[in-house]
């Protein structure tokens, strides 16, 4: 098994239905954003590439190309608080672990 993390990019989908924006906004803003299929393409990349076969933990931009990850990932101690908050969110440690 190979794990790929994937940006999507930003998707016009109908979540904005729900922000209170005019119309006019929305509709220009609209076509800044990729459409569905157009976010998928890195998960499809990241599911049917042969290129990626033993590349496990690469990061793949909004157009399925592989890129570095931010420097700050590398940052042990930031990537353990991520962890810790990450469980206190889904309530599966209690919050007083973060405290």
């Given at each position: ?22 119309q006019f906004v929305a ?14 393409e890195s998960t499809l ?32 101690k930031l990537r353990e ?19």
């Open positions: 098994m190979q794990v790929f993390s994937v940006h999507p990019g930003v998707v016009a989908t109908n979540f904005f239905r729900h922000v209170p924006i005019p509709g220009w803003v609209k076509k800044l954003l990729l459409e569905a299929d157009e976010g998928a990349v990241a599911l049917f590439d042969e290129g990626l076969k033993g590349n496990s933990g690469t990061y793949l931009d909004e157009y399925g190309l592989p890129q570095e990850p931010n420097k700050l990932v590398q940052e042990e608080e991520l962890w810790d908050r990450s469980l206190v969110w889904a309530e599966l440690l209690p919050r007083t672990v973060m405290e």
